[in-house]
């Protein structure tokens, strides 16, 4: 990764780092940042930051309030968080998005976005672990224990999201690549227990439906569209840990091997990583 981006993640690690302090277990990571945390330097650099609310009872303004409140703490690391725009997603129960404006001392540094989910619940168990600088370097010391979004829950947002129709008769397919090489990073690096990812599959198609969203899971994994064969390797090449599938005929055939049974909901056993094969 460029300076660039490594600085960008560490203004969103000391955002989180405010957010955490504040309140430990009022909050996950989700999306992009949370595969960055699980796997340090092999995951894709995202544009934003999730937090999703672990309380889903608590409205997108409550949370944005919270969220502004956390990143005033002063941490003595020289950064302030400047609360920008709030673009509120259309359906009120999805959240929004707050801008904040990052300076170091008396500088402009950076403009991120800190994507809000609220009003959701979990399938799987959130795992904690230690929020650490992209980097490694001696300070700031004050890193938080932070709670990620469960790994089972990410394989069913991401096969969803590949998998869902647009336009008025759903002629037109997604073209989230980043979802497949996500998915194959995680099936590279995770111990995942097929019973459960089925459930949490089933559980996320369901929650996608009844919002009139149109997701059509295949039982067997097939490109999504005419376009991924050109449009994922751009993708897969900035997954730095991904080992291999740089072409999208290795994606498919390890997909295959991967979510096959996740997709037919026959994944009886557990996926162990290094033998790239369930058991």
């Known amino acids: 990764m460029s300076v660039s981006d490594l600085m960008k993640i560490f203004y969103f690690n000391r955002l989180a780092a405010r957010v955490f302090i504040k309140e430990p277990d009022g909050w996950l990571i989700k999306g992009g940042q949370a595969l960055l945390v699980r796997y340090r330097g092999a995951a894709r650099l ?9 309380d889903p009872d608590r409205s997108a303004e409550e949370a944005r309030e919270f969220v502004v409140e956390a990143a005033s703490l002063d941490l003595g690391d020289h950064l302030r968080y400047v609360a920008g725009k709030f673009l509120g997603h259309s359906d009120e129960g999805r959240g929004g998005a707050q801008y904040f404006q990052v300076f170091l001392g008396s ?7 800190v994507d809000l989910v609220v009003g959701r ?7 904690v672990r230690t929020l650490k600088s992209a980097v490694d370097i001696e300070w ?7 709670r990620l979004y469960p790994v089972i829950d990410h394989l069913a947002d991401k096969i969803c999201a590949m998998y869902e129709r647009h336009g008025q008769n ?24 097929g019973p459960a990812a089925c459930r949490a599959l089933h559980r ?21 569209g005419p376009d991924w064969h050109d449009g994922y390797p751009r993708q897969a090449a900035i997954v730095l840990g991904l080992q291999g599938c740089s072409s999208f005929a290795e994606a498919a055939a390890a997909a295959g091997a ?22």
Request: hydrophobic share 35%; aromatic share 6%; with cysteine.
């Open 170 to 193: 759903g002629e037109h397919g997604s073209n989230r690549y980043r979802d497949l090489a996500d998915l194959l990073l995680i099936s590279q690096q995770e111990t995942v227990p």
């Open 204 to 224: 996320e198609v369901d929650r996608r439906r009844s919002l009139g969203i149109r997701v059509v899971p295949p039982v067997v994994f097939k490109a999504p």
């Open 140 to 146: 700031p010391v004050d890193w938080p224990e932070v």
């Open 46 to 54: 995202s544009q934003d930051i999730d937090l999703q609310c672990a």
């Open 121 to 127: 619940t979990l399938a799987g168990t959130p795992e």
């Open 258 to 279: 991967f979510l096959n049974p996740v997709l037919s909901g026959t994944a009886h056993g557990t996926w162990i990583p290094h033998q790239r094969s369930w058991t």
């Open 107 to 113: 500088a402009n540094v950076a403009t991120i976005k």
